[in-house]
């Protein structure tokens, strides 16, 4: 009987790089903490299964509202109470800087067969970041101005298999997802 060779050590290398290269400190912060992809959508009440045939139609809403300022772990109060600009004396009040985002994702599902189903999401997006002007005249820093961007975002499309039959796995399944968006 011929041996089967270990794959053991190969095995073991690969794991101790992925958890070493997973474990690094890494810290970042980024302008605001809106992601716009997500939101709740379940294919059904009850469950993920679509039997072969069956559709859903569905549409989730988020909204998000940044107002509070951070540098590193410490919050900046004064930042999102003053306004912002700068007070009768010339002391800057800081720059109260507001994020407004509202998104909605319009998603369909379509069961091929009982085991497959294929997922497409198309987000729309609107966005509003606003903070004080920093200007000398006519009045030293007393114009809030806006920014805005909206419309359809990053469209997904997704095909996913159940690993067991979901008619006779009762006590629990298993699904594995391939999906690219654009």
């Known amino acids: 009987m011929k041996k089967i060779p270990s794959l053991y050590p190969e095995f073991a290398f690969i794991t101790f790089v992925l ?4 474990t690094q400190k890494i810290t970042a912060q980024g302008c605001v903490a809106v992601r716009q992809m997500g939101g709740l959508y379940l294919n059904s009440a009850s469950s993920y299964n679509l039997n072969e045939g069956e559709f859903q139609v569905g549409a989730n809403y988020r909204y998000f509202h940044s107002w509070r300022h951070f540098v590193g772990k410490e919050e900046q109060l004064e930042r999102q109470t003053s306004g912002g600009g700068h007070d009768e004396n010339g ?3 800081g720059n109260a800087v507001n994020i407004y985002s509202h998104a909605v994702d319009f998603n369909f599902s379509y069961g ?7 997922n497409a999401t198309l987000p729309y997006v609107q966005n509003e970041r ?7 005249t006519p009045v030293k820093d007393t114009l ?3 920014v805005y961007a909206q419309g359809f975002a990053d469209a997904r499309v997704s095909v996913n298999y159940w690993f067991f039959d979901p008619k006779t796995a009762h006590k629990g399944n298993l699904m594995l997802g391939l ?3 654009n």
């Open 112 to 118: 091929i067969t009982s085991r497959i189903q294929i």
């Open 130 to 136: 606003s903070q004080v002007l920093r200007q000398s």
């Open 144 to 146: 809030r101005y806006s």
């Open 91 to 93: 002391v800057e009040r």
């Open 179 to 181: 999906g690219a968006a």
């Open 19 to 22: 958890i070493a290269f997973a």
